[in-house]
């Protein structure tokens, strides 16, 4: 199993390759960054692990030799490349940075190693997976169940601030954000746990997780976004993903996906899946990537109300990066 990071060097790169480094099931796990990721590779590689760790660094500003090479015969690729934000920014604001160096990576994947699974942490999520399944559609290579968007830390949000209001941690799958990764296309599923809290505290648990993302910003005083927390969720659903094709179990995420064409469960999802291409949900996932959108359960009359209001939004932010790549051309 060979997984490849993109971004290696950054503040998400470098932790995430460090949890990446101990888990048995990666042989070869290969770093690149345009900051050249020698000195990461070499710390890491003396930690004990029968896996195998390589790195590259483009050679000149237009060179693409080394990423050709870092993503030859992948099976897992995953992006963390690009700017973070400051405070006062929204992660809208990236996207004239990140959209290009979205497209460029995700070009070489198509022409290298397309049948890899393909996870993008580059922010805006909600724009870059569409760049990214646009660019692989131009390439005639887009496999949309094996294209993700990491949204997998708004449900680690929300997972941490509901037990410091229950107590109770152990809820991993029980609780989990859908929709989009930014401000209100962001839409926490309480599931039960909404008969534990009060109207406010579900009102104040919402809002916390749509933006605890500004509470770091703000905290970091300009020095970058989330990037341990970030690590940690992306570490989370990467252990998924290998899970999925090494063991060959169904094994259970969520993340931002194109779900026009994928089988869904239960028909609140099917409506919604008229209305808008990629939409982050709870998936089933097998060793060919996503099998299925499992149900929701039973959803608040808010949750529903709070889907239905991320759309217009969504839709806006999935079109403006298609319509990046189109013009690009
Ligand atoms: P960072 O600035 O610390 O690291 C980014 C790395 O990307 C740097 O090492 C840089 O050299 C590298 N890079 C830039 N252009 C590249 C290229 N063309 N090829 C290869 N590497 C390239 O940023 P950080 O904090 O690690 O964040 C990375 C991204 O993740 C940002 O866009 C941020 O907004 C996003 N993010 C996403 C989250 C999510 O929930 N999906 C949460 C937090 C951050």
Redesign the pocket.
Known sequence: MKLVV??A?????QTLSLLLRTNALIDELVL????DPVGVATDLSHIPTRQKIRHFCPLSKTDDSQLRMALQDANVVVI??????KPGMS?DD?FNI?AS?VQ??VKVYGEICPEAFLAI???P?NSTVPIAAEQLRSQNCFHPERLF???T??SLRLEQFLGELTGEWDVQGQVYTVGG?SGETIVPVLGNWRLRLSPEQIKGLVNRVRYA?DEVVQAKQGK????LS?AA?ANRFLCGILRAICTGETVDEVAFVNVSRLKADDCFVREMMHKVEFFGVPISLGPEGVAKVKSLGSLSADEKEAISHSLPTLCAQIAKGARFVKESK
């Open positions: 993109l971004g060097c950054g503040g998400i790169g690149y960054d345009v900051v963390p490349a690009g700017i973070p934000r992660r990236l990140n160096i460029q990576l942490i580059s922010n999520v968007g990491i949204t830390l708004d990764h993302g970058g976004s989330a990037t970030m969720a």
